[in-house]
Nanobody, 115 residues
């Protein structure tokens, strides 16, 4: 069983930056590929960034070059550094394993990009 707690969201102006954190507990975190997902109002949840056990990364085209996913296995934490934020990045951001496990979804952290 894995428990995931997201934090670091907030209100930021267009062009600004935020760093999200996902703290994992309850399992051997290092064995899991992890991902950051987001869900905007009225839209389906989408995968925006992934990181493998070996720290290989992949990004959705919409965030490529602006977002960076990383992990610290010693701290059981996954990060998402978000730069050059746009209003269309506004969403609730979640972390989960790859592939996701339904019972692992946490509360997420709200990111709002607005002037």
């Amino acid at each position: 069983q894995v428990q995931l707690v997201e934090s670091g969201g907030g209100l930021v102006q267009p062009g600004g930056s935020l760093r999200l954190s996902c703290a994992a507990s309850g399992s051997d975190f290092s064995i899991h590929a992890m991902g950051w997902y987001r869900q905007a109002p009225g839209k389906e949840r989408e995968l925006v960034a992934t990181i493998t056990r070996g720290a290989s990364t992949n990004y959705a085209d919409s965030v490529k070059g602006r977002f960076t996913i990383s992990r610290d296995n010693a701290k059981n934490t996954v990060y998402l550094q978000m730069n050059s934020l746009k209003p269309e990045d506004t969403a609730v951001y979640y972390c989960n394993t790859i592939p996701f496990v339904r019972r692992y979804w946490g509360q997420g952290t709200q990111v709002t990009v607005s002037s």
